[in-house]
Every structure is written in C-alpha cells, then in structure tokens.
C-alpha cells in the first residue's frame, strides 16, 4: 500500500459514455499527477496539480478532463473517448513540486492504476 | 526525452545479487537519481535516490560514481517477486513543477 488509492481499478466504456476516475492520497501530500500508459509504451505525463491548481496539461485532448477540489482527491473526468485511449491510468502525488533540490520532495507514490478499455 | 539510459533487458539467478545499470551522463551538479521498478500492471513503485553519496535502504542500494554520470542500483538478493521492469530517472527541474520522464527502463527477469 502507497497511500493512494484509486477507483475503480478497472472500467469498460463505449466511446460515448461520461465516466470519471478518483484518486485519492492519504499523505499529506500537495501534489498530484495523472499519467497514462498504453500497451508497451512508456508512462507518459498527463497532468500536475500543485495545491489545487493546475501547473501542467502536456497536450492532453480535451476529452480528458481533470479536477483537483482539495490536496487529497483528484478525478479524471473522460467524454467520447476513442478506442485508442484505452490504457493504465495511473495517479500519483508527492510532497510538494517546488523546484527544490530537496530530493525527498519530489518522490512521487503511485496509485495501483485504472485499466481503461474504451469500446 | 529521458535523460538516462538503460539496458533493455537483464536476467538474474534467484537468490543473487542484481546489478542495474544506469547511464546518465549530463546529470547536473544538483540533479538527483531516483530509481522506480514497475511490476506488469501495477503502478511503479519508488525504490531509491541518491544525489553523490552511495545510499542504501532496505529494498536495495544505489552506487553513484565519482563523476556522477552514471550509477547501480543493487538488489543484494533476487528474489522472483523481483521481477519488474525498473526504470532509472532524472526529473525535470524547473516552473512549478519537477517531472518524473519515464524511459522504457530495464525488464529483470529473476530466473529460479
């Protein structure tokens, strides 16, 4: 167990359903991200929330859609998705992201991942 | 683009050391080297980092040579819940945000 936690663990969707996924850290923590992994591909950075707001969208579609009401939640909110968004989700958060050369603050714990399968 | 290198690929015998190595040649002065494994489907798990110093914890160790541009990390004994792929990171520094790149990282397959 990372101390974070994310539901649901598994969603199947057609391409014109709404549906979110949660995350939710239990570190005390002041930063969260979302990153997607597609089959044999690497983990790819999706978004950063730092104290609620957010300070990266690395290109993301808008059909992905994040929200961060408070440090301990973040959703992902997903609309008319294609087939080739189906992937591992996966959601993490880290002490803070202050550009410091504090080592310990930018260790980022992981949530065990949404496997989304978009039909 | 990441900033290390790794080999694709290692196998190691159940019960010996596992030595993964890390090239990360244009590693500033004050960048760290943080070390995640990733075992199939799950999420990737942070084992270790290390700025100069050799460091140890009680999942593995992290050698750093003297010049810093590349560095091991050690688990001292295989075991085949070992078997992961681990991925060797230099993060972005900068804005408002420090980023983890993940490369492709290094499948170990801990062989009984």
């Known amino acids: 167990e990372t101390g974070v936690t994310q539901t649901p663990r598994h969603l199947v969707m057609g391409m014109t359903n709404k549906k979110s996924l949660k995350c939710e850290q239990h570190?005390?923590?002041?930063?969260m991200y979302w990153y997607k992994q597609s089959a044999k591909k690497p983990l790819e950075l999706m978004f950063v929330?730092?104290?609620?707001?957010?300070?990266e969208n690395n290109s993301v579609p808008s059909r992905f859609s994040p929200e961060c009401p408070n440090s301990s939640h973040l959703f992902l909110h997903l609309h008319t998705l294609q087939p080739e968004d189906s992937a591992l989700y996966l959601c993490?958060?880290?002490?803070?992201?202050?550009?410091?050369?504090?080592?310990?603050?930018?260790?980022?714990?992981f949530g065990p991942g949404t496997r989304l399968l978009v039909l | 683009d990441a900033k290390t290198t790794q080999p694709t690929s290692m196998d190691c015998a159940e019960g010996r050391a596992a030595n993964l190595p890390c090239n990360h040649s244009?590693?500033?002065?004050?960048?760290?080297v943080y070390w995640y494994r990733q075992i199939h489907s799950q999420g990737p798990q942070y084992i270790i980092h290390?700025?100069?110093n050799n460091e140890t914890n009680e999942m593995a160790s992290l050698i750093i040579t003297e010049d810093r541009k590349s560095s091991t990390l050690i688990l001292p004994h295989a075991t085949l819940r070992d078997t992961a792929v681990y991925y060797c990171?230099?993060?972005?520094?900068?804005?408002?945000?420090?980023?983890?790149?993940f490369g492709t990282g290094t499948l170990l397959a801990v062989q009984p």
């Open positions: 244009t590693i500033s002065g004050n960048e760290y």
């Open positions: 929330y730092n104290f609620k707001e957010q300070t």
């Open positions: 990171i230099v993060p972005y520094y900068g804005g408002a945000t420090n980023k983890l790149i």
């Open positions: 993490a958060s880290s002490a803070g992201t202050l550009g410091t050369l504090a080592g310990r603050q930018e260790t980022q714990y």
């Open positions: 570190l005390g923590h002041n930063a």
């Open positions: 290390g700025l100069k």
